[in-house]
T-cell receptor, first 116, second 114 residues
Framework: AQKITQTQPGMFVQEKEAVTLDCTYD???????LFWYKQPSSGEMIFLIY??????QNATEGRYSLNFQKARKSANLVISASQLGDSAMYFC?????????????FGRGTSLIVHP | DTEVTQTPKHLVMGMTNKKSLKCEQH?????MYWYKQKAKKPPELMFV???????INESVPSRFSPECPNSSLLNLHLHALQPEDSALYLC?????????????FGQGTRLTVV
């Protein structure tokens, strides 16, 4: 069974500073992907960034980058130059197979608060 | 169009009411999901539809009844709910049989059962 662990229930960061949100995972699949989602208080789950297990380089999308360490099974999200609008819940996710389907499965999440 | 649309955004219903949640996507995704999410918790999977057929039911009580009338629509019919069913209900869609593509989520329906 696949498992995703986010050990930081809450994180605080000063505006314009960088912050790292931790994610470790456990899987026996030879090929897999890691996703990060942002969920503001409005409720919508917003896709941020994807990292494939065979990707040679760490994924980047604007201010978001993924520090992927395959041997350590970690896929940490780095947000550079934090903004007040980055305050939200952040979920690390995978899509393990179940019953022939790929099911988005989430870690417990990290609540990020950006201070002015 | 990379949007999943859920209606209504908010719903208050009594324990004897019958209501339905609606989800629509036009991305050609043949996998659609219903999740239930409590505050400060991750989404919990309820149902999965693959090619318009129910493929996974995570032991959800029968007071929740899903329906997939076509490849773009997903409904969740609610009847005789309990106050503990109050939560955010999220619909998502994704390319089927792909582990490397993201799921797209709707804004959710905030359900309150009184």
């Amino acid at each position: 069974a696949q498992k995703i662990t986010q050990t930081q229930p809450g994180m605080f960061v000063q505006e314009k500073e960088a912050v790292t949100l931790d994610c470790t995972y456990d899987t026996s699949d030879p090929s897999y992907g890691l996703f990060w989602y942002k969920q503001p208080s409005s409720g919508e789950m917003i896709f941020l960034i994807y990292q494939g297990s065979y990707d040679q380089q760490n994924a980047t999308e604007g201010r978001y980058s993924l520090n992927f360490q395959k041997a350590r099974k970690s896929a940490n999200l780095v947000i550079s130059a934090s903004q007040l609008g980055d305050s939200a819940m952040y979920f690390c996710a995978m899509k393990p197979t179940a019953g022939g389907s790929y099911i988005p499965t989430f870690g417990r999440g990290t609540s990020l608060i950006v201070h002015p | 169009d990379t949007e999943v649309t859920q209606t209504p955004k908010h719903l208050v219903m009594g324990m004897t009411n019958k209501k339905s949640l609606k989800c629509e996507q036009h991305m050609g995704h043949r996998a659609m999901y219903w999740y239930k999410q409590k505050a400060k918790k991750p989404p919990e999977l309820m149902f999965v539809y693959s090619y318009e057929k129910l493929s996974i039911n995570e032991s959800v009580p029968s007071r929740f009844s899903p329906e997939c009338p076509n490849s773009s629509l997903l409904n969740l019919h609610l009847h005789a709910l309990q106050p503990e069913d109050s939560a955010l209900y999220l619909c998502a869609s994704s390319q089927v049989n792909r582990a490397d593509t993201e799921a797209f989520f709707g804004q959710g329906t905030r359900l309150t059962v009184v």
